[in-house]
């Protein structure tokens, strides 16, 4: 029987966003360092596998068999440790060993000739490395969003035993495979150097006897990353400013009276010509 898928780890995702959503909006100003370098660290998280049975009805009827209910248990605990390395603010390329825990699951059928009930049992445990490509998305000082894409290389283990009118011998075999490998996550700055993430990712698997497939895996984890980190500024000594002495105020100096000017004396204007008057001369006696 099938449950909803993650509910326990879909809550503690929604309560760790809520968190740190909380403390992003009531911390005070956090430069991230944004020089390239290594990192290391590692998730654990929930798993869930999710394959189609399928291949094993087929392989039932073909044995004479009738196929009844099935039960599940998909779900399993996994991690994974990680080394990456920086190439900027907002890329990364990273890569670690995951293991995606174990999935089991029971057949029930009767043989259609004389109705014998019978099981068909198998288990699986997914191991295997991976490399990725990672986007990253400042939302503010501390916190930002990344998505994955990359490569897994998978090695499925199963095991597998019957019951009853079921005639599979109890056996073991695995697949090696390499599938597509996605994700998404948020990450916060606790300080420069150590940040906690927590992520949401689809690893593609092929079960040797299920056939293709997927696991997801809801995680939380840590990242400690290495080199140099931003100086804290040293908080100087307070030295209070000289006391400089005002200026005197400018002395006025009256410049120099200027030089008298000479002007010369007048000419008198020349009296203008007149002739001298002649005496009348007088008749004679």
Known sequence: MK??????????????????????????????????????????????????????NQTLVGQGLRVGSATEDNSGTGYKLFGGYQLNRNFALEGGYFD?????????????????????????????????????LPVSDRFSVFGRVGAAYAQSRAS???????PVNTSNTRKNDTNLKVGIGMQYAITQALAVRAELERYRINDPVRNRGHIDMASVGLVYRFGPKAQTPVAQAYVPPAVVAPAPAPVYVAPPPPAPVVVAPAVAPMPAYEPPVRPAKQGRN
Not at 101 to 111: E, H
């Open 3 to 56: 449950t909803s898928k993650f509910p326990a780890a879909r809550r503690g995702l929604g309560l760790i966003a809520l968190a740190v959503l909380a403390t992003v909006s009531s911390s005070g100003a956090f430069a991230q360092d944004e020089t390239t370098g290594p990192y290391i660290g590692g998730n654990i998280g929930a798993t869930r596998a999710n394959f189609n049975n399928d291949s094993i």
């Open 100 to 136: 995606l825990g174990k999935s089991s699951y029971t057949v029930n059928a009767n043989r259609i000739i004389d109705n014998a009930a019978g099981t068909f049992n198998g288990e699986t445990r997914v191991r295997g490395l991976n490399l990725d490509l990672v986007g990253m």
């Open 160 to 166: 597998f035993n019957s019951t009853g009118a079921v």
